[in-house]
């Protein structure tokens, strides 16, 4: 059973240019979240997906950035117009249920706005 | 709004010694608390989970214990190895019903040979 598998790992951009990044969750989890690491900071919460469904985004920034998680495929994060602040590592993590389980995380991308 | 601080932010011990990290958090309504390792560059490993109704899970030489109603937990390590160099993440599964996990800011690990 593959663990959560994220791509790219490193992903550079100029700035304006749009950031995709992929996530595909353990075998049998439908639950996604991603987080974000900012240089010297802790991680925080971005946005939570079901199958098909934006559960909770309180973490997202209001602009730019949208996710999705469809039927079939990754889960996807898109950063449009990437300005040098978006340079962090990304994390995605999946687990099976809301709650009472463990969450396990990807390897994270790292996106480097140039 | 639910809080989590670890402390120490750093710690340099050496080899061979037991030590223990602290994680504290503002909100005792929680669901779990998870321990990871995060090794420079790289993603979250989980070290332990702790449900809300346990007290303490162990593995290896690692023991984390839960202390709901004080909002505290602690990670012991016992026989420090230069391989346990890290930086030790606490985190929290909240009272709201989305299963995020809130983290601390870590503790950052240096294991002396």
């Known amino acids: 059973n593959a663990g959560v598998m994220q791509n790219p790992r490193h992903l550079v951009r100029r700035r304006g240019q749009e950031a995709r990044l992929r996530c595909s969750p353990m075998?049998?989890?439908?639950?996604v979240y991603w987080y974000r690491q900012l240089p010297e900071e802790g991680l925080k919460f971005m946005v939570y997906l079901q199958k098909e469904n934006i559960i909770d985004e309180s973490g997202m920034p209001k602009e730019r950035f949208s996710a999705e998680f469809p039927k079939e495929g990754p889960s996807i994060l898109r950063i449009q117009q990437v300005v040098r602040g978006d340079s962090a590592a990304y994390f995605c993590a999946s687990s099976p249920s809301r709650r009472n389980t463990e969450a396990f995380f990807g390897q994270g991308t790292r996106l480097t706005v140039v | 709004k639910q809080e989590v601080t670890q402390i120490p932010a750093a710690l340099s011990v050496p080899e061979g010694e037991n030590l223990v990290l602290n994680c504290s958090f503002t909100?005792?309504?929680?669901?779990?608390l998870q321990w990871f390792r995060q090794d420079p560059g790289k993603g979250l490993t989980s070290l332990l989970l702790?449900?809300?109704?346990?007290r303490e899970q162990t593995s290896g030489r690692l023991n984390a214990s839960l202390d709901k109603s004080s909002g505290r937990s602690t990670l012991y390590i016992a026989a420090s190895q230069p391989g346990d160099s890290a930086t030790y993440l606490c985190a929290v599964i909240d009272s709201s019903n989305t299963g995020k996990l809130i983290f601390g800011q870590g503790t950052t690990l240096q294991v002396k040979p």
């Open positions: 909100d005792s309504a929680i669901y779990n």
């Open positions: 702790i449900q809300s109704s346990q």
């Open positions: 075998k049998g989890h439908s639950h």
